[in-house]
């Protein structure tokens, strides 16, 4: 029998194939698993001290099959993800950022086999190797692989609380507007039908139709977004928490005005953000199927309208909004007005004083339901008046503060 020395360094991934090797072989009797036992263990070792870090990794990960398939272990879990992060941590070992890329690759195919079977330990090894991995690429390729098992497992609560990053994952990473794409495509699809994430699912329906810049490169992919085009619109106009898009002007969306089967959903999208609740009302007399194929229910679209309608009165106002002027608008009684001012204020769409005497709201605020170059080009002007002003008041500050000096070192002089 061959004599294996055991490193402190190296005992742990020597400890992994001795460990799945007698379990392979347990069945084989003492004669037949020994020797077997001996020979995998020689192999490993012979891989550790050449340094073939790609080939040591594909012998314990052979043996991982055996740990995922094997009734006898007791605390399976456990034992699988202790090998798995054994075998992870040859990334770090791996003499080339390719080797260790070859190395996560292999790792990660056997994860994304049968996704559905343990997800959540599957996604959390995953995400050790991502730590463990330098290449920014790499990292990409190992987050993607990460939604595809949790799309395939239906294991959303795992994933989810890496989107608040994804951002900031997206430029450490570098990739491009085409992986930016899918990366928000897959996320979206995982949020889609989960309960209580409808404002990120939407938000991920943005930034993926974002992608779409309407040149020719993505003219045969832009016709594969009318469905997420759609499944936005609806989404914002649902939401009781959203009163402001940018998807009207998006090519990805902007293409469903010409579109027979969407066009009126793009024409609904643009009551919504361009319009007061008279359109929507007639919209909706004349599509009233259309509303409840989508899910929409007219009466949390009559509240919404009512809201967008008194945005859209305090864009176009020169501060002050008339009491008769908001009850026209929005189609109440007398004695509602000041029920929906309140009800603005309280969703942050709306700062204002209320004028009781005089029946008038004064705007401080408002929310712009699309902020486009116009809003940008008013916000510039803004600023540009407040930083004269801040100006023009140092400039105040400094003369004073001169005068100031002057007379005290006249008044020194005069003491003398």
């Not at 791996?94 to 343990?118: F, G, H, V």
């Not at 003219?219 to 989404?235: L, M, P, R």
Request: glycine letters at 4%; one cysteine or more; charged letters at 25%.
């Amino acid at each position: 029998m061959a004599t294996i020395v055991n490193t402190t360094e190296e005992e742990p991934m020597l400890a992994v194939v001795r460990f799945t090797a007698e379990l392979a072989w347990a069945d084989a009797g003492a004669d037949v698993a020994e020797p077997e036992v001996t020979r995998l263990c020689m192999e490993a070792q012979q891989h550790i001290l050449a340094g073939r870090w790609l080939d040591m990794a594909s012998l314990m990960l052979a043996s991982a099959d055996l740990l995922l398939q094997s009734p006898r272990l007791p605390d399976k879990d456990k034992d699988l993800e202790c090998i798995l992060a054994i075998i992870c941590n040859l990334v770090t070992k791996a003499r080339s950022e390719d080797e260790a890329l070859q190395i996560a690759e292999l790792i990660c195919a056997k994860l994304t086999q049968q996704p559905d079977d343990k997800p959540a330990l599957r996604l959390k090894v995953l995400f050790s190797l991502y730590n463990l991995l330098g290449s920014p690429y790499g990292k990409a390729s190992l987050y993607k692989k990460a939604l595809h098992i949790a799309a395939a497992a239906k294991a959303a609560d795992c994933i989810t609380p890496t989107f608040k990053n994804i951002d900031s994952f997206v430029s450490d990473w570098g990739i491009g507007k085409l992986e930016q794409r899918d990366l928000f495509l897959a996320a979206a699809r995982i949020l889609k039908d989960h309960k209580g994430m409808n404002k990120e699912y939407f938000n991920f329906l943005n930034k993926y139709l974002a992608t779409f810049d309407g040149s020719g490169d993505d003219a045969d992919a832009i016709n594969d977004a009318k469905e997420e085009a759609v499944a936005a619109i609806i989404e914002f106009v649902k939401s009781s928490d959203l009163y402001q898009c940018d998807l009207l002007n998006m090519p990805a969306v902007a293409q469903l005005d010409k579109d027979e089967k969407y066009q009126l959903v793009y024409e609904l999208l643009k009551i919504f953000l361009t319009q007061r609740l008279d359109s929507y009302l007639e919209f909706q007399s004349a599509n009233s199927a259309l509303l409840k194929g989508y899910g929409l229910v007219h009466e949390e679209c009559v509240t919404k309208m009512r809201l967008m309608s008194l945005l859209d009165l305090s864009s176009h106002c020169a501060g002050e909004i008339p009491y008769p002027a908001i009850k026209d608008a929005l189609q109440i009684n007398d004695d509602e007005v000041e029920y929906w001012i309140v009800k603005a204020i309280s969703c942050k769409i709306l700062d204002c004083k209320v004028d009781q005497l005089n029946q008038v709201i004064i705007v401080s605020r408002h929310t712009e339901r699309i902020f486009g170059m116009p809003q940008w080009q008013s916000l510039r002007a803004k600023l540009g008046v407040w930083r004269g002003n801040i100006a023009s008041a140092i400039n105040t500050i400094q003369a004073n503060k001169v005068t100031d000096d002057g007379s005290q070192g006249i008044q020194g002089l005069m003491i003398r």
